[in-house]
């Protein structure tokens, strides 16, 4: 079994940036598709918002409208981790952002349900 281990997070202020990076351990991680997903302020565990992911085969990426073009996703099989460059963020990117990882690793599922794994999470806080 895959364990999952954030770090990286803390407080910015808006238009900064933040590289989240989680440490996986336990099986490699381009054997599973990894992602990262957010809860913020108020919403519920099944309300868990898909950021971005990348496919255990074929290494696709997909993002969520509203971090494209600002995050990207990474893997580095080597050192098995998956990172998460954050730019130009915003008050609205404020939540606690986890890394998960999902079986089906020839596709990407964006839903919260689809994620069987996850680490604790870490705490991203955007001042305006």
């Known amino acids: 079994q895959m364990q999952l281990l954030e770090s990286g997070g803390g407080l910015v202020q808006a238009g900064g940036s933040l590289q989240l990076s989680c440490a996986a351990s336990?099986?490699?991680?381009?054997?599973?598709?990894m992602g990262w997903l957010r809860q913020a302020p108020g919403k519920e565990r099944e309300e868990r918002e898909f950021v971005a992911g990348v496919s255990g085969i074929g290494s696709r990426k997909y993002y969520s409208d509203a971090v494209k073009g600002r995050f990207t996703i990474s893997t580095d099989n080597d050192k098995n981790m998956v990172y998460l460059p954050m730019n130009n963020l915003k008050p609205a990117d404020t939540a606690v952002y986890y890394c998960a990882a999902q079986t089906a690793s020839w596709r990407i599922s964006r839903p919260q349900s689809a994620w069987s794994i996850w680490g604790q999470g870490t705490q991203v806080t955007v001042s305006s």
């Open positions: 336990g099986r490699p991680v381009n054997s599973y598709t």
